[in-house]
């Protein structure tokens, strides 16, 4: 609340910012040098990290690992465009992994699988978008109109989602046969893994809702300060229960690529996502207090973290070693990406 | 405020009535397993502790209890601890607070201390536990009869050696091999690695431990740990070796990524659905199933047989008390056999699985 009463400024300012994106700020002379090498910052790390581990290990650089690369980032890159929003927005979704989860396990039984007589093939795929933009709605219905912290919300959410999941499959696995699905991680189109492309489109849309929308100038408004937002007409609550629609939608996707890629469908599947979903985008530069930031940070953020777990394992770092390292390299990236100026209490 | 207006609601005498039909809707779907068949028993009541019923052993070591159950039309309860040590003792607690004390209780721990606190509590109210995997190193069911009746394990050392010497065969037992691990600090994680170990020392220099990464028991960090060997290892990668099936279809996937699977052969632990079927087609060399089935049964069975008086447990040898069950080598021969044959439970052999008394080392 004091952070809020702190920096109220006029309306106009809010709709301004959503106009901005990290590398547009990046390259206006009118702003501050310090704020110029801040948006930069994800970038240095980002160049400096390539540069260390290929003086380690040259084969970083080889085509093969590029694309092991862009098969590993592909399912955290959905993630992050769906977050990155909710996080712009000053929210948070902790969701993830229960709705990557029930999209899965839905995808894994819709199409020809050892479970179920479904055979349905790619119909199954919007079917279980569909279901992780429905599970989003509930998440910002009950965000918005029983006025439940998001944080909270969206943990109760995510919890029923693997509930679900494994009631329906009862704790077992459903594994796929349909070649259609599996061509979605396993085939490649100009040389690249089609996840890949599926990753490349959802930045795109996102980069489109964020830039050329109402939709997206909203969000920022809101993650900046929320109570001028309303003053300046703002329809806050309809903005917020669409922004976590839209991550459901993104989450539903990563499900189906999940599957994809391994061929199953369990409830455990997305086991971990959540954490390398909110650290690629806090990597990336965008802010946790809402209002600064950009899905193209989170882009960003995506590739140190997936470089960062790959360049370790190829420079042999000892594995009691690299949690560590990830922890450094977390708090380096943030401290370097921070806007110190807005900050009036830090919690 | 609105938070007022949702506590009103709550506590509403109609929302009151739905959540009462809800419960009651989830009372008769409970009901309609009960199949009135053989003599009912009514004295005791049977529950297995587990960690949670959304992995396939402990879904299946469920099951296990179920058919035990059903066999003497007994009332059976599934409790799930979520990784919670002190979810799992309080739930335990309350149902022997329910029953009165007539609890066979078939328990995997969340952790070794929590064994100590469980037994306790059994051996107060008059039921019978059988403890699984967990349990500190001095405590032991003979200095609690007969309450404590006995505890289960199986030997990860000797069965992760033969699982690797299995891979080495399947590479043509020279070259480099890369291994997926558990969460460091488990028990099995240990003697999984221990057992690799072994078998590699054992080859006298012609097979070498490229790498070692844990992924925490988990296949998507398999996945993309498998990834980056491929690019620092490349060719010189003849198998890998996984301390469970789950890492070890992780790792498949990956292979499968660089056109490998069915090339590089790969091995876990656990004996899940997926792996036997990948090893159906040759894309694993083998798994070790542990028989979740046979464990959550045959926990139930061995304190049913003490509480009713068919044994007196304290007069049973050590090796009854504290043993390893048997693990199954599945391999390409011997998948269909085991497919097939893997779910019969003879209730009435009570040790005939019992592979000799559980050895503490270092």
Known sequence: ??????????????????????????????????????????????????????????????????????????????????ATFIILMGSIDLSVEGIVAVSAVLVSLLVENDTTSYSIGLLAVP???????????????????????????????????????????????ARISDQSVRFLSLGRVLGLPVAAWIACGAVLLSLLVQERTRLGRWLYAIGADEITAGYAGIPIEKTRILIFTVAGLFYGLAGVMSVAQFGQGHALIAQGRLFTTVTAVVVGGTALSGGVGSVLNSVIGVFIVTILANGMILMGVPP??????????????????????RLDVVK | MSDKSILASWTSRRSFLQGGAGLAAVGSLGLSFASPAIAKETTWTLANSLRSLANPYHATFAKGGAEFAKSIDATYVTLVTEGNSEKGISDI??????????????????????????????????????????????L????????????????????????????????????????????????????????????????????????FQPADWNGQKAFDVTQAWLTRFGGKIKG???????????????????????????????????????????????????????????????????????????????????????????????????????????FSDLWGKDTGQIQYRG
């Open chain 2, 93 to 138: 607690k309350a149902l022997l607070q329910r029953t009165g004390g007539k609890l066979i209780l078939n328990v995997d721990p969340n952790d070794s201390p929590d064994a100590r606190v469980i037994v306790d509590e059994v051996q107060k109210s008059g039921g019978y536990v059988v403890t699984q995997w967990n349990k500190p190193n001095d």
């Open chain 1, 320 to 341: 009691y070693v690299q949690q560590g390292v990830q922890g450094l390299l977390i708090i380096v990236a943030v401290t370097l990406a921070l806007d110190r100026t």
């Open chain 1, 1 to 82: 609340m004091l952070r809020r009463l702190g920096c109220l400024r006029p309306a106009a300012s809010f709709l301004l910012v959503g106009t901005e994106t990290a590398l547009s700020r990046a390259l206006v002379k009118t702003i501050p040098l310090q704020s110029r090498w801040r948006d930069l910052a994800p970038v240095a790390v980002l160049v400096a990290l390539c540069i260390l581990i290929t003086a380690f290990s040259p084969n970083f650089l080889s085509i093969s690992n590029f694309i092991g690369l862009l098969n590993s980032s592909a399912i955290p890159m959905v993630l992050c465009m769906g």
């Open chain 2, 240 to 346: 890998v070796f996984a301390a469970n099936d789950d890492m070890g279809l992780g790792a498949l996937e990956a292979l499968r990524q660089a056109s490998l699977a069915g090339k590089v052969p790969v091995v876990g632990l656990d004996g899940i659905a997926g792996a036997v079927k990948a090893v159906e087609a040759g894309e694993f060399a083998a798994t070790v199933a542990w028989d979740p089935l046979w464990t959550g049964g045959m926990g139930l069975a061995i304190p049913y047989a003490a509480a009713t008086g068919k044994i007196d447990i304290a007069k049973e040898p050590k090796e009854h008390r504290e043993f390893y069950g048997t693990s199954i080598m599945v391999t390409k021969d011997s998948a269909a056999a085991f497919k097939s044959g893997g779910s019969k439970l003879n």
């Open chain 1, 127 to 173: 079917v279980a978008i569909l279901v992780g933009g429905a599970m989003g709605f509930l998440n910002g219905f009950l965000h918005v109109k029983l006025k439940t912290p998001s944080f909270m919300t969206t943990l109760g959410v995510g919890f029923a989602g693997i509930g679900i999941a494994t009631t329906v499959l009862g704790g077992f696995t």
């Open chain 2, 140 to 211: 032991h069911p003979w200095d609690h009869n007969p309450n404590y009746v006995a505890h289960m394990s199986f030997d990860g050392v000797p069965a992760a050696k033969a699982l690797a010497k299995e891979l080495f065969k399947a590479f043509g037992g020279e070259g480099g091999v890369v291994a997926i691990g558990g969460i460091l600090s488990n028990v099995p994680a240990i003697e999984r690695k221990a057992g690799l170990d072994q078998a590699i020392a054992e080859s006298a220099g012609k097979v070498t431990l490229l790498d």
